[in-house]
């Protein structure tokens, strides 16, 4: 173990110093969800990990598996965060999500115009309805 590397830390605090989550806030709600499991078993946001442990996380239609081989508290640069984990995810099932997020529900993008009016449909509504008001 390198020296000032810790013996055990929070579940929730690895995953967002590894940059698997945006945010600690982010990795304690996935834990509380039941998005993460460690050596199989859903896990608190408090669970402390140790080297060698396997965790999966749910990143929508993904199933992520990683093995700890590292720990750390601070949340540090791509590049040094990489050193810290082990990716055992088969390369099928990132195919497979991304043919799963590609069937998700496009988002619902309208008109402009419809719903509530633009600002120059507004003011043609207002010199419409009150055109006493515009002659100044």
């Not at 669970?47 to 990143?59: A, H, N, S, Y």
């Not at 008109?111 to 600002?119: S, V, Y």
């Not at 207002?126 to 008001?133: A, M, N, Q, T």
């Given at each position: 173990m390198p020296i000032g590397e810790p013996d055990k830390?929070?579940?929730?605090?690895?995953?967002?110093?590894?940059?698997?989550f945006k945010s600690r806030n982010l990795a304690t709600e996935?834990?509380?969800k039941n998005w993460v499991k460690l050596d199989g078993h859903?896990?608190?946001?408090?669970?402390?990990?140790?080297?060698?442990?396997?965790?999966?996380?749910?990143?929508?239609p993904l199933q992520k598996i990683v093995s700890v081989v590292g720990l750390i508290e601070k949340r540090t640069s791509a590049a040094?965060?990489?050193n810290y984990v082990a990716d055992l995810t088969p390369p099928e099932a990132y195919e497979k999500?991304?043919?799963a997020r590609l069937h998700l529900a496009p988002?619902?993008?309208?008109?402009?115009?419809?719903?509530?009016?633009?600002?120059?449909q507004r003011r043609e509504l207002?010199?419409?309805?009150?055109?006493?008001?515009s002659d100044k």
């Open positions: 830390v929070r579940l929730d605090r690895w995953l967002w110093s590894v940059r698997i996935a834990c509380k859903p896990a608190k946001p408090s669970k402390e990990i140790k080297v060698g442990d396997v965790i999966t996380i749910k990143l929508g040094k965060a990489g999500a991304k043919q988002r619902i993008v309208s008109k402009k115009g419809i719903g509530r009016p633009t600002k120059k207002d010199d419409f309805l009150y055109p006493e008001s």
